[in-house]
Structures are given as C-alpha cells and as structure tokens.
C-alpha cells in the first residue's frame, strides 16, 4: 500500500506567538519550490503540506523534513514562525480571517458561529493509505474503527488554547467536533455510502462530500482511505510512527476482509474511547478496542501494535515502528512535552518556542 501526508500547520507572530493571517502570502513563496505540495488552509493563519505517494517510510519522512522546512523558511521571510500543534496555545489578537476564495466564503457564510470565533482553529494530520477504490476505502474504514481511539492517544499534540491548559491532551477533538459530520465512520458498503453522502448534501447538512468529516473517510479527490483523527505533531517520528501503525493495520485487516469477515461494531464505547484517548494521550486511561474494559493508554496502543504487527512485519517496517513508539512513549507524547516546556517558567512563549523549534528540527 502506498501512503501519504497531510500536515497543517499554524502561522504564529515570531514575537508574540499569536496565530497570524499570512497564509497566503507564505503559501505563494513556498510554492516557488514546492509547487501544489503547498496548500492553504480554512483560516489565514493556517497552511498545509502534502507529501507525494511512497511506499517507504524513511521516503516519506525525508519528504515530510523537506516540506517543512521549505515552509518555515517561507514563513520566516513573511516575519513568522510555522509551527505543529493541534489549537494554538496563544489566542489571536482578533477573530480569525478566512481565506479568500468561492467554497470557503460559502462555508464561512453557512456556520458563521464556527468561523467568526477564537477557537475555531485546529491542525491535524491526515494520513492517506492506497486502495484499490471506493469500496475497499469504506471496509478498511469499517475494519479499522475500534483501533482508531489507539492511534488518537499517540497523536494526542493540543493541551493549551487561548491562553490556557485546557486539561485535555487533545483539545482540537473537542473544537474540530463542532463541524458536521465529524466523529466514527458509520458501517457502509458503497452503495451505502453514495446515498448517505448524496441525502447530506441535497439536505443542506453538508456543503459538499469533502465536507464528510469522518475519522476515516474515502477521499474523494484520490484513491486512498484518509484517517482523520491525530493532532498534527511537531516531533517527525510521531508522524512516521501514526503512518505506519495505519498502513500496517490495513494491511493486516485486508485477508479479513477478502475473506468477508464482518467488521467489528464496538457500540457506544468507541465515541468514550475516543473522548478518554483526547482527554488523557498516552498520560492516563483509555479502552481496549476489542474488550472495551479500561486500561492504561500505553496498554491500548501496544495492543494496537501487536494487532497492526503482522501487516508491519508483510512491509518491513515492524522494527522501526517499535523502535519510533518506544521513544514517543518515553517521552509522554506531545501533549505532554508542551506540558513540560510550559512548567519550566510558566510563559507559553517557551511552549511555542519549543514547538517551532521542533517543528523545524525535525529535518535535521
């Protein structure tokens, strides 16, 4: 399976740290080195990169450390800092501005009370695995659903927003939820799926299918399963290790699904994994995907990893994904290396100073 990325990152003024609207400008500069690979994002303040397809990890990191720092410089020569993080840990000095354009002028219009507020900003990190089409997209998805709380407690990278800990290690769950649609996959088949998708949008819920907000979701622009639900990270070997553990587990998954075994439905429980999993990151308790008792959040991922293990082994990339997740545990995850940047004086300059260092730092 090949995979891809998709990071958004915010634009932060390099003296006080708020959210600042050049996107636009940044996203022009870096395009005369990354071509469409430099997108812009909802709000101004906000940018996006998208690494090509691959099938090798240390490819994809390579990438993932260029297009960052092509887009931090690009950010710099606008007097800003790029930096990855799920909410931004300083407030902006006013409301968010939009980026210009048609789709996002009629989005902005349709949910005024989701743009015109503070804490309408978030960053995640997309992850695109290859299929064979639509079909194969939505059993994947249906397949993955109980190990998805698992991979969210990895990415767990927004603890601080508007000026403040929240308490929770994933605050952009709770803000990016405000959107429609947002939350698990529903179980489909793609018939299932058109019609869903065709009553939401002819009913106004959604602007359009790009507008589905699953956790995992087909893309509708390429042929790949899109998982939807990780904070961006500014530590690379995060962002490596949530690629692998995806790919890995649709590997594994794929014969279950040749042989039409039925999708595990979890129930009620996957909406309080998910909550448990942005509340604590890997700093507390979460659910066990298939038993759905509690148990400690480093437990559920390496269930995660032993059940993601054989299709790891299939691609080659089980030591390495071992080796990436020891060391994101060791050190608590981003949630709490922000924690820790901020405990050091109390001043969330050094959290967003330590953010953008790493961000950068990555492609090192």
Avoid at 258 to 272: E, F, N
């Amino acid at each position: 399976m090949t995979l891809g990325v998709e990071e958004e990152f915010f634009l932060v003024d390099r003296l006080t740290g708020m959210p600042v609207d050049r996107g636009p400008l940044v996203v022009e500069a870096a395009r005369a080195v990354l071509g469409e690979q430099a997108q812009p994002e909802f709000f101004e303040a906000q940018v996006e990169v998208c690494t090509r397809p691959t099938t090798a990890l240390a490819e994809l990191r390579s990438e993932l450390a260029l297009l960052r720092e092509v887009m931090a410089e690009a950010a710099a020569g606008e007097g800003c800092l790029l930096v990855a993080t799920g909410t931004p840990a300083v407030p902006p000095g006013r409301p968010p501005a939009v980026t210009p354009g048609e789709r996002y002028g009629r989005m902005a219009a349709r949910w005024p009370s989701l743009v015109g507020s503070y804490d309408g900003m978030v960053c995640g990190c997309h992850i695109h695995i290859g299929v064979t089409g639509r079909g194969q997209a939505l059993a994947l998805a249906n397949h993955l659903r109980p190990w998805l709380p698992a991979l969210q407690t990895v990415a767990a990278n927004s603890p601080f927003s508007l000026g403040r800990d929240t308490g929770w290690a994933s605050r952009r769950f709770v803000e990016h939820a405000r959107w429609p649609s947002v939350g698990p996959v529903p179980l489909l088949d793609e018939p299932g799926y058109d019609r869903l998708a065709d009553h939401l949008v002819r009913t106004g819920m959604l602007l359009d299918r790009r507008m589905i907000y699953w956790y995992a979701r087909p893309s509708e622009h390429v042929p790949t399963l899109e998982v939807r639900i990780c904070d961006v990270n500014a530590d690379l070997d995060t962002v490596v290790l949530l690629a692998a553990l995806v790919r890995g587990l649709a590997t594994a998954l794929l014969p279950e699904i040749a042989d039409s075994r039925p999708a595990p439905c979890p129930g009620p429980g996957l909406r309080a994994a998910h909550r448990l999993a942005a509340r604590h990151g890997l700093g507390g308790d979460g659910l066990d995907p298939v038993g759905g008792q509690r148990v400690p959040a480093t437990m559920a991922v390496e269930r995660l990893l032993a059940r993601a293990g054989p299709g790891l082994a299939a691609v080659g990339d089980l030591e390495v994904a071992e080796k990436l997740f020891d060391r994101v545990r060791r050190s608590g995850g981003g949630a709490a290396l922000q924690r820790a940047s901020y405990q050091r004086r109390g001043r969330l300059s050094d959290v967003v100073g330590d953010l953008a260092r790493a961000t950068l730092a990555a492609g090192e």
